[in-house]
Nanobody, 124 residues
């Protein structure tokens, strides 16, 4: 029912920027938070960022603090991930996720729906 669709991935040189978007293409629903995880080949899925949709408070993984910014546009049911100062280690598939019932954490527990992912590749 909830269908999350990511966009904005692509190729970028180290030091460059990308902006990812995630929108719910399904029926409108109330969500407590939306987040971003990423997964590189052979590695575990890693928390990137999350935003509470009401208060707007944010959380970031240690590896992206100071470089990435997560924001939301509640009117558009869309969350964004602005990625600056990209590094080759940021190369991964980035997944959008939503918490519908307020039980999520900064790992992978409590997130209810996931998008299909968008590839981000950072060249050196």
């Amino acid at each position: 029912q909830v269908q999350l669709v990511e966009s904005g991935g692509g190729l970028v040189q180290a030091g460059g920027s990308l902006r990812l978007s995630c929108a719910n293409s399904g029926p409108p629903v109330s969500s407590y938070a939306m987040g971003w995880f990423r997964q590189a080949p052979g590695k575990e899925r890693e928390f990137v960022a999350a935003v509470a949709l009401s208060a707007g408070n944010t959380h970031y993984g240690d590896s992206v603090k100071g470089r990435f910014t997560v924001s939301r546009d509640n009117a558009k049911n869309t969350v964004y991930l602005q990625m600056n100062s990209l590094k080759p280690k940021d190369t991964a598939v980035y997944y959008c996720t939503t918490d519908l019932d307020g039980d999520s954490n900064l790992e992978w527990i409590g997130w209810d729906y996931w998008g299909q992912g968008t590839q981000v590749t950072v060249s050196s």
